[in-house]
């Protein structure tokens, strides 16, 4: 497995860098519990995510996305593999092995916000609760300012202070899903997980959100690990993008890049699979079905993980599996046909603008008003 | 608007015939609960064109799935349908009950309804797990669909299964009709699912999210299979959906509904390239768009969020939230639909003499003022 530096460029000073990330989970079968074999989620991954940029990561469910950011949070033990942080004091940690009460240290500059804020919050404790569990943790509750703190946060998530002494009941998704976020930003972090943070919410209040992840980053120079399966979320907020399929990073580069152009078959399916919201589209774009389903995750196919679906496939693909590679400055992909295939990315699908026009957006005109 | 560049084959201009097989009119739903009466469908009128494909759009608690329910009246106690109609023209075709009976009258158990559901209107839900029983083979689901309606043997009856789930792109299925859902992946579980909706040929198929739960490429094979299916067998079909990617896909006409009432009715053209109300404009540009990478561009946000079903707006239901609300109008008038040509119809108050007007004087305070 190459050590390559999955970088955009060598200047930028990683705050993660995760090299050959493995995290395997054993399926246990028959009378007493034995080992058959393993899942590989996440098989030899590597790539940095740098100071204060968004790094989206996406994939279908069963890709190992999720994986990796647990993996981050060690919510699981990685079975190999370094993931070395560059913490706020400047020292270097590998977060795969940091234990006790140096792993303490670093999970309070690295905060998780969940998809489903239903979920997340518990119902029996207050907002004021919820916020001051980690200050708490941390010892930061002291004296009288923790409820200055709590009502800070509140009001830098777009919540009213006075909420505080509210259950979660009392909100709606999109209120809790600011709570989350509140709850994440308590200790001042420097990197937020944030697994499918809008999926879960509806179009108008996801708007909201994404809005407002936007605005944090820019105010407190926070970095986002963004995992998520909706395209065009991703493309929104996150400025460089990485692919996963069956456990491994298959393509990562800039998001404007990676949507104009991919390099990797697989990318170009899922770009295609989005539904353009757009009715005078329809059937103007050839769509790529992909066939069949993804694999087994337990039995990998040999060779390139996706020959099994890939249009383009040819013998070698079958055969011998390609490495990740830098096909172009900061463009990575793991396709034999890379530099042969010229695959249509998003922006082809798209000739025209949005179906309003700039002065459909911003007056309700009166015309042909019917009297 | 150019009319020219109005799309494919499948948004030709609607038959003038107006062949109606679903209308509902005026149909009210609610649920009685100890907290109060929440009016989940208030007024809800929308027809279904022959062989057509309606799309009706909102976000979550708007109405859109009770809507559905209505219609096969499996909505869960304690709600009822409290007024209105739900006209269901039968074709006749193949021997089958013909004429037009009103759904919403019938009593729930009855066997007229019982013969409705299933072979008259099929629907197929979001969640393919938590519909399918888990202790049943697929096969043996499907059947038990078959022989409610048809008066065939067991033995038809299991061939008729096998030959929907092959109809549905299920691969071998003469082995997967003896398995059980869990041993399926999402995409063939939902597959399943429409095969057994599809196993007794119905007029109307209602689609409740079909694919929210489902990746992009998994939609992409899913929302494909439809449209091939509707077009083999004719079907009419209901498309519930919050994804305005899928109803520019996959409708010819659209309903947008807000707090249990529809806000705008239009061709699918109608609602993407001309729409009228303010909500269906704000949901319109709060979605993300691939391939406009324009990362410095905020999203376009509805302030605040859908009200409390328990204490609704006075006025329009959208007037809390609205860009456009005009004090002392919006709050107090309900709107009425307003036609703007034969299939375009919106509910706002700007559309109406007393809004023009009320604009027309805010724009010349504001000039006084200047």
């Known amino acids: 497995m190459s050590t390559a530096h999955v970088t955009s460029s060598p200047e930028v000073a990683p705050i993660l860098k995760i090299r050959d990330l493995k995290m395997y989970f054993p399926v246990k079968k028959g009378a007493f519990s034995r080992e058959r074999g393993e899942v590989k989620a996440v098989d030899g991954v590597s790539f940095d995510i740098i100071q204060g940029e968004t790094l989206g990561l996406v994939g279908e469910s069963g890709c190992g996305k999720t994986t990796i950011g647990r993996s981050i949070m060690r919510v699981y033990n990685p079975t190999s593999g370094t993931m070395e942080y560059r913490s706020g004091s400047g020292s270097a940690v590998d977060l795969a092995k940091v234990q006790g009460k140096d792993l303490k240290g670093v999970r309070k500059e690295i905060r998780m916000v969940f998809q489903d804020p239903h979920a997340s919050l518990n119902p029996r404790m207050t907002l004021r609760d919820i916020i001051a569990e980690p200050l708490r943790a941390y010892g930061r509750d002291k004296g009288s300012s923790l409820n200055d703190q709590i009502a800070s946060l509140l009001k830098r998530v777009g919540l009213r202070p006075e909420y505080m002494r509210r259950y979660p009941h009392a909100f709606s998704g999109g209120e809790r899903q600011r709570v989350g976020i509140a709850r994440a930003l308590a200790t001042n972090p420097r990197l937020l997980v944030a697994d499918e943070p809008v999926s879960a919410l509806d179009v108008s209040v996801r708007a909201q959100i994404i809005n407002l992840l936007r605005d944090l980053q820019g105010e407190l120079g926070l970095t986002y690990l963004f995992i998520s399966h909706d395209l065009s979320v991703v493309e929104h907020i996150c400025d460089r993008v990485a692919v996963m399929y069956l456990g491994r990073i298959v393509e990562l580069a800039e998001t404007s890049r990676i949507f104009a152009s991919p390099k990797m078959p697989y990318t170009e399916s899922l770009l295609s699979a989005v539904p353009i919201a757009d009715p005078r589209q329809r059937g103007s774009k050839t769509r790529i079905m992909l066939q069949g389903e993804l694999p087994d995750p337990a039995n990998p196919p040999a060779g390139c993980p996706f020959h099994t679906r890939c249009r383009y496939a040819q013998d070698v693909c079958s055969e011998v599996r390609p490495e990740l590679r830098e096909v172009e400055p900061g463009h990575w992909a793991a396709c034999h046909f890379s530099d042969e295939l010229e695959l249509q990315g998003a922006a082809s699908l798209h000739e025209t603008s949005s179906p309003l026009s700039p002065r459909d957006q911003r007056t309700i005109t009166q015309d042909q008003t019917p009297i | ?370």
């Not at chain 2, 509902?24 to 109060?36: M, P």
């Not at chain 2, 929308?46 to 909505?75: F, N």
């Not at chain 2, 009200?307 to 107090?332: A, E, I, Q, V």
């Open chain 2, 1 to 370: 608007m150019t009319d020219t560049t109005h799309g494919t084959q499948r948004t030709a201009p609607a038959a003038s015939g107006n062949d109606y097989v679903l209308e509902i009119d005026d149909l009210h739903t609610h649920f009685f609960t100890n907290e109060g009466v929440v009016k989940a469908v208030d007024g809800v009128s929308m027809k279904l064109q022959r062989g057509k494909t309606l799309a009706v759009v909102g976000e979550s608690g708007c109405g859109k799935s009770i809507t559905a329910r209505s219609i096969l009246q499996i909505v869960d106690k304690p709600g009822r349908i409290v007024s209105g109609s739900i006209k269901l023209h039968r074709s006749g075709r193949e021997g089958r009950s013909a004429g037009t009976i009103d759904l919403a009258a019938l009593d729930p158990k009855s066997k007229v309804l019982r013969d409705v559901r299933g072979k008259d209107i099929s629907m197929i839900f979001q969640e393919p797990m938590t519909s399918l029983s888990p202790v049943h083979r697929i096969g043996n689901q499907i059947r038990e669909a078959v022989l409610t309606h048809f008066d065939v043997s067991k033995e038809e009856a299991h061939e008729r299964a096998v030959e929907s789930l092959r109809l549905v792109g299920i691969p071998r299925p003469d082995r997967q009709v003896d398995r059980y859902p869990f041993q399926l992946s999402g995409g063939m579980r939902q597959r399943a699912m429409i095969a057994m909706a599809l196993v007794g040929r119905p007029d109307i198929l209602i689609a409740d999210e079909p694919t929210t739960a489902l990746d992009v490429t998994t939609q992409a094979q899913i929302l494909d299979l439809i449209r091939e299916l509707q077009s083999e067998l004719g079907m009419s079909l209901i498309m519930i959906t919050h994804d305005l990617g899928v109803v520019a896909e996959m409708a010819d006409d659209v309903a947008v509904m807000y707090l249990g009432t529809v806000a705008e009715e239009g061709t699918v053209d109608q609602i993407f390239h001309e729409p009228r109300h303010p909500y269906t404009r704000a949901l319109l540009r709060s979605v993300p768009r691939v391939g406009e990478h324009e990362r410095s561009k905020r999203l376009y946000t509805i302030a605040g969020s859908v009200p409390n079903p328990y204490s609704r707006p006075t006025g329009c239901p959208y007037s809390t939230r609205c860009d456009f609300y005009m004090d002392g109008l919006c709050n107090k008038v309900v709107p009425p639909p307003i036609a703007f040509d034969e299939t375009h119809k919106a509910r706002c108050l700007l559309y109406t003499n007393a809004g023009v007007q009320y604009m027309e004087r805010e724009r010349q305070e504001k000039g006084v003022t200047a």
